[in-house]
């Protein structure tokens, strides 16, 4: 498969750059030149079989000309061989009419797990013998930098640098990178918002000082790999509740669109999805954009979800792109200027014929945990709450089965689980002893100087 960027000006490359890469040199996104499709037959045969031989039907176009079956065939085994859950991303019923998919039974609890433990072994293999030094340049607001670390530290030729805003990602979460003492592993606290980190990100993606001197990758959802690694738990919950004889909704708590444009994929493949529900939280930006084509930032506010806390959704521009059917670099380019932009008719039509959005207060957000707990017994993570919530106040016909994308564990987010249901989650054995490891991170200040200076410090030039 070839892949080429949401801006029109930067060289087509097959998955294995694109992967190395992150993001396109002309500030895009690389999205794949055709959308393969699976037959009704095809989605019909995945029924029954295990997730890594799912993941091998769903992905195999996409890494064509660079890994032959057996390879991602062997790639998914180590990466979903270390869930904890023998059926990887397992359905949980909670009523006549939703479900809940885990996503959360990887190694650092939340659905992040799923794309980096693939990601982290697909650069391990793309690198091997080439003798380069890659240079993971992170943002977080908390689940991506936990699973981004778990999947490379220690791996040869990767030094991975993860910002997280300052105060503002949980304590486990926060452990959870900041105890990884392996070498490779950079771990620094901005003093400013996840907005502010990932702007500094993308400011040294574009800075050809800086992303001329490093092998600069990027492990945010602006990676395809991620993405395409998502698209097949999709197909996998699809399947398992009648696709594709039956049509099904999914909703998905919603930050960076990573997640559910993978669901968009999906749907692009073949897969019959009724509707995709956006679902957010105050920083309500995309259901805005969805809503009245209104796609203006403001600022941050923090909550009890902070995995969703942010203005800027850096993949809704593939979904902008995918619809207006030619690049969107002069909108994209017009938005960066005004931080505000007016989508398309086409742009607002093509995605009201898939897409539903909602926006949670926190009293509906803890309503949801409160129900789910009161009627089957499954405590939420604030996140999954906020998908719940949109997901039942969607009005889709009762016989559309609606899944919930479950993800974070609740352990994540302990303290907000227990203010809403009273319900204090244990943290899980496979985390072990986070609480009394010895945490490791600099404070910086959110400037580009003081990052990049940073970096050059501990990074390993280009050869
Ligand atoms: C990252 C994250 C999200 C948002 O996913 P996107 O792909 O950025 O839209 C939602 N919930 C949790 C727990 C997350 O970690």
Redesign the pocket.
């Given at each position: 498969m070839r892949y080429h960027s949401t801006r029109g000006a930067a060289p087509s490359l097959g998955f294995r750059d694109v992967t190395l890469a992150g993001l396109a040199s002309d500030g895009g996104l690389y999205v794949p030149d055709t959308w393969p499709s699976l037959t009704r037959e095809q989605i019909a045969g995945l029924a029954g079989l295990s997730y890594v031989e799912t993941a091998v039907r769903v992905m195999l176009p996409f890494v064509e000309g660079d890994l032959s079956e057996d390879e991602l065939r062997d790639l998914c085994s180590q990466a979903y061989g270390r869930f904890s859950h023998a059926a990887v991303t397992p359905l949980v019923q909670l009523d006549a009419q939703h479900w809940l998919l885990e996503l959360f039974h990887g190694p650092t609890l939340?659905?992040?797990d799923v794309a980096l433990q693939l990601l982290g072994l697909l650069f391990e293999k793309f690198l091997a013998g080439s003798g380069d030094h890659l240079t993971i340049v992170g943002a977080t607001?908390?689940?991506?930098g936990s699973a981004a670390i778990d999947a490379v530290a220690g791996r040869a030729g990767i030094d991975i640098f993860m910002l997280h805003p300052k105060g503002r990602v949980s304590d486990v979460q926060r452990r959870q990178m900041t105890t990884v003492l392996a070498p490779n592993v950079h771990n620094i606290a901005i003093e400013g918002s996840f907005d502010d980190a990932q702007a500094l990100v993308k400011a040294m993606f574009n800075d050809s000082g800086f992303a001329g001197r490093f092998q600069v990758t990027a492990v945010n959802?602006i990676n395809w790999a991620r993405l395409m690694a998502q698209v097949v738990y999709y197909f996998y919950a699809a399947v398992r509740l009648g696709a594709p004889e039956r049509e099904v909704a999914f909703a998905?708590?919603?930050?960076?669109?990573?997640?559910?444009f993978a669901g968009y994929v999906a749907a692009k493949m073949g897969l019959p999805v009724a509707k995709l529900i956006v679902a957010t939280n105050v920083n309500d930006i995309l259901h805005r954009a969805l809503s009245s084509g209104d796609y203006s930032t403001g600022s941050v506010t923090p909550t009890a979800?902070p995995?969703?806390d942010i203005q800027v959704?850096s993949?809704f521009e593939r979904l902008l792109f995918d619809l207006a059917g030619s690049d969107v670099g002069e909108q994209m380019r017009g938005f960066e200027r005004a931080r505000a932009m007016r989508l398309s008719n086409a742009q607002r039509e093509g995605a009201a014929a898939l897409f539903a959005s909602d926006r949670i207060e926190p009293d509906d957000m803890n309503g949801a945990m409160r129900w789910a707990f009161a009627e089957s017994g499954e405590v939420l993570?604030p996140?999954t709450a906020i998908g719940l919530a949109a997901a039942r106040r969607a009005g889709l016909p009762p016989e559309v089965p609606v899944v919930t994308l479950a993800?974070?564990h609740p352990a994540k987010f302990r303290d907000a689980v227990e203010r809403a249901t009273g319900q204090r989650p244990s943290v899980p054995a496979r985390l072990g002893d986070l609480f009394e490891r010895q945490e490791r991170y600099d404070v910086l200040p959110a400037t580009f100087e003081a990052v990049t200076a940073y970096i050059a410090e501990r990074a390993t030039p280009k050869r």
């Open positions: 939340a659905f992040k607001s908390g689940d991506t959802s998905v708590p919603t930050g960076n669109f990573g997640d559910v979800a995995s969703m959704s993949n993570d996140h993800t974070a």
